[in-house]
């Protein structure tokens, strides 16, 4: 058994929504990135990148690449479940963390874990979302963007 943990912030500019987890969530903002700036799915991918010591999300899909601009990060996603399976291995449980003073996001979680589930080929039973605060410090408490937390354990194939 590994473990990987993953990080990634995203600023806000203008839009409608933000993608969290493969789920669009509406807000008076949006983030700015190459793709779709989705924190938690990018978090995720660290963390699993991570843990069969492959590098980050960066080296894989870097952002000077016109291929992966506007680039839907389940794509991603599961393209890093492949590379963890070319390992050898494969994610046995997922734990995210998105920090947010806004959206609320308590009636979208549900929905985030059933889609990460999807993407990691894994039950939703081994797949955890919650989101917390940071209390109205740092940037993510004045509103600047998100940012997003993820532990995940893989085991042999």
């Known amino acids: 058994m590994r473990i990987g943990h993953g990080y990634d912030v995203h600023a806000f500019c203008e839009g409608e929504w933000v993608r969290l987890c493969g ?41 000077t690449d016109d291929a992966f601009k506007g680039i839907d990060s389940r794509i991603l996603l599961r393209r890093v479940v492949e590379l963890v399976a070319e390992r050898g291995m494969v994610c046995n449980n997922a734990d995210v963390t998105i920090v947010a003073e806004r959206p609320k996001l308590a009636n979208f979680i549900d929905q985030m874990c ?42 042999n194939l």
């Open 23 to 63: 789920v669009d969530v509406p807000h008076s903002k949006g983030f700015k990135a190459h793709s779709d700036g989705d924190v938690a799915i990018h978090a995720l991918c660290d963390a699993l990148l991570g843990a069969c010591a492959l590098g980050d999300i960066g080296r894989h899909f870097p952002d």
């Open 114 to 155: 059933v889609t990460l589930a999807e993407d990691l080929g894994i039950s939703k039973e081994r797949v955890n979302v919650k989101a917390t605060t940071s209390e109205k410090l740092g940037f993510t408490g004045r509103e600047e963007g998100i940012a997003a937390h993820a532990v995940v354990t893989v085991v």
